[in-house]
């Protein structure tokens, strides 16, 4: 069965860094678009970086770009978002997806917290 378990989630200070993994099995992995969302509470989950099959494309909220990093790795079947320069508005659950451009959404992780504060 389809699987996505995100990792790396913290409490960390503004300005650091975070590196989250999302490692997916149960699926060809490299036939997907793998994206990252977050979630805080009351706000809907707002798209945050996504990354095209091969890794040749890739797209960002306004708010995180050049400070946040979307990879992966199609032989660990794994994907990556390497976030900098984080602030409080970082915080919230992160969700790694996966999708398929002709039948849409095929599964989601189930989250990893990352919390932003001094």
């Known amino acids: 069965q389809v699987q996505l378990v995100e990792s790396g989630g913290n409490l960390v200070q503004p300005g650091g860094s975070l590196r989250l993994s999302c490692a997916a099995s149960g699926f060809t992995f490299r036939h997907y678009v793998m994206s990252w969302y977050r979630q805080t509470p009351g706000k809907e989950r707002e798209l945050v970086a996504s990354?095209?099959?091969?890794?040749?494309?890739?797209n960002y909220a306004d708010s995180v770009k050049g400070r946040f990093t979307i990879s992966r790795d199609n032989a660990k079947n794994t994907v990556y978002l390497q976030m900098n320069s984080l602030n409080p508005d970082d915080t919230g659950v992160y969700y790694c997806k996966a999708a398929s451009r002709s039948s849409g959404t095929l599964g989601w992780g189930q989250g990893t917290q990352v919390t932003v504060s001094s």
């Open positions: 990354i095209s099959e091969l890794g040749g494309s890739t």
